[in-house]
């Protein structure tokens, strides 16, 4: 018997183009209870980094896949396929490396291998959404002499950081914003950035001594997490006017539409200079998820929208008010392939009468202490409006403490 153990030593999540490290310790346990102890041999091991791409039949139309499905392991296979008896297709994958060959082990023996191996850029982030999911993992092959070859998969979550120009988003029908048109651009590519060589980005530790290639490594990822501190940091005032056919319902403010996930969407209303009184609002942070038209099932099918935070209050008679909704650190930042597009947006709600402010009370009673009441009946309007925002992803490490992935996987083979 043998245990093999894959640790991810910083923790489960990374950001593309960042280099993945795992530690597999094989050992040879010595049981106390054994009384006759043998040293054990493995063929070989090996190590490759793989993405699984699952689409919804009833949302999604894939043209036939080439590849042949293999659901179990021959007993006399010796190739290594990362992603058999997985559901989906492999999309994206990395050259397989070899770990060792010919391995023994004595009783109580055990000997740890360093896998490394840096994220492609150019794949899609991790995402299951109600159409489409893409999932990453590290797979470890291993097989003993005449035995069928033995998985161990190590999944892990990644984010991408596209380079694309963020604009501020264009007002709608019925309401009137005034705000800069700002744009926020992003560098095309961490992965091709030229770094100076007499300017680090990070204060750097002269009592350690690092590989070039985990050096750059680690400037990457302090890249990205700049570049996404400057796009989420600036700010700006954005007002808008809310309006319906009766009338100017009040004002809504916002500081930034740029956001990264872990972050919380802060805004304002003003109703005192509304001419129509707000019974209710409510204040939805949602995604939007949308199959792109060469790929959806059906012609015009709708797009799928999922709410992750959401305020509700009543509002008669009240001047102002605010909300304040997070954004989970285990959502996914939006991103569009060429089979799905995944946008954020805040969703509102308002509930307005028909009639003026002072006719929404009534008065209870004739005698020296007057109450009023509500009336029992309201003629009453609703509308919506949606506001598009940018989520972007922000420090893996950060992200880490809250994933569903462990950074430690075994198994006994």
């Not at 091991?45 to 009833?58: G, P």
């Not at 002499?145 to 120009?165: C, T």
């Not at 992965?191 to 750097?204: G, I, L, R, T």
């Not at 954020?344 to 007057?370: D, I, N, P, Y």
């Amino acid at each position: 018997m043998i245990e093999v153990l894959a640790k991810l030593g910083r923790g489960p999540v990374f950001l593309a183009g960042e280099v993945l490290e795992c530690v597999i310790t094989f050992t040879n346990p010595l049981s106390a209870s054994s009384t006759s102890a043998s040293s054990e041999m493995l063929a070989w091991a090996s190590a490759q980094i793989h993405c699984q791409f699952h689409a919804s039949e009833n949302r999604v139309a894939l043209p036939p896949s080439d590849g042949s499905k293999h659901d179990v392991q021959a007993e006399n296979e010796t190739v290594f396929v990362p992603n058999r008896g997985e559901r989906g297709q492999c999309i994206l994958s990395t050259p397989p490396k070899i770990l060792f060959c010919d391995l023994r082990l004595d009783p109580g023996e055990s000997k740890s291998y360093s896998y490394c191996e840096t994220l492609p850029v150019d794949g899609p982030p991790s995402f299951r959404g109600q159409s489409v999911k893409y999932v990453y993992k590290l797979t470890i092959g291993c097989q003993r002499v005449n035995s069928p070859i033995k998985l161990l998969r190590v999944p892990f979550r990644v984010l991408v950081l596209h380079g694309e120009a963020m604009h501020c988003p264009p007002c709608t029908a019925g309401q009137a914003a005034s705000c800069p048109a700002d744009t926020l651009t992003f560098s095309p590519g961490l992965k091709d950035y030229q770094f100076p060589q007499d300017e680090p980005v990070a204060p750097s530790n002269p009592f350690l001594e690092e590989e070039e290639g985990l050096k750059k490594d680690s400037r990457l990822a302090d890249l990205a997490t700049e570049l996404l501190m400057v796009a989420t940091s600036r700010r700006s005032l954005h007002l808008y006017n809310i309006s319906n056919t009766r009338g100017k319902v009040g004002t809504f403010c916002i500081f930034k539409t740029v956001y990264k996930i872990g972050e919380d969407v802060i805004g304002t209303f003003n109703f005192s200079e509304g001419d129509i009184p707000c019974l209710q609002f409510s204040v939805s942070l949602q995604t939007e998820e949308s199959i792109q038209e060469e790929f959806q099932r059906r012609r015009g099918q709708p797009v799928s929208f999922t709410t992750h935070a959401r305020h509700q209050e009543s509002c008669l008679h009240t001047a102002q008010s605010s909300f304040s909704l997070p954004i989970p650190l285990s959502s996914t930042p939006g991103f569009t392939t060429n089979i799905v597009s995944l946008k954020w947006r805040l969703h509102f709600e308002f509930v307005t009468s028909g009639e003026s402010a002072g006719a929404c009370l009534v008065r209870g009673s004739q005698s020296e202490a007057v109450t009023w009441t509500g009336v029992e009946q309201m003629e009453v309007d609703t509308f919506s409006w949606d506001l598009p925002i940018k989520v972007l992803p922000t420090n893996p490490v950060l992200a880490s403490y809250v994933s569903q992935f462990s950074s430690a996987n075994s198994i006994t083979i």
